[in-house]
Nanobody, 125 residues
Framework: QLRLVESGGGLVQSGGSLRLSCVAS????????IGWFRQAPGKEREGVSC????????YYADSVKGRFTISRDNAKNTVYLEMHGLKPEDTAVYSC??????????????????WGQGTQVTVSS
């Protein structure tokens, strides 16, 4: 079974940076689109950024464009989310997920089949 584990979250000041990692085990990530999602208390889960299996196609939510970068290293079975210029409104639990489709779809949570447990990102003002 595909297992995803996130790391890299933490507490950072406004304007700071973090790099999240999503490491997969059980199966190769070569054939899965991967997404990063976040959920803040009282809010719906939001698709932050998603990437196709070969890394050629990406999606970013408008709220993070220009600040976040998704990348993947299939040789390491890992997907990254580089976050810069962090804002208090970026505070949330960030989770990675794998889509059984290799191509990039809409970066919606219902498209994704396997989920990690999440890592907390807190941005102080």
């Amino acid at each position: 079974q595909l297992r995803l584990v996130e790391s890299g979250g933490g507490l950072v000041q406004s304007g700071g940076s973090l790099r999240l990692s999503c490491v997969a085990s059980g199966y190769s990530l070569d054939f899965y689109a991967i997404g990063w999602f976040r959920q803040a208390p009282g809010k719906e889960r939001e698709g932050v950024s998603c990437v196709s299996s070969n890394g050629e196609n990406t999606y970013y939510a408008d709220s993070v464009k220009g600040r976040f970068t998704i990348s993947r290293d299939n040789a390491k079975n890992t997907v990254y989310l580089e976050m810069h210029g962090l804002k208090p409104e970026d505070t949330a639990v960030y989770s990675c997920a794998a889509d059984s489709a290799a191509f990039l779809r809409q970066c919606k949570a219902f498209e994704y089949d396997w989920w990690g447990q999440g890592t907390q990102v807190t941005v102080s003002s």
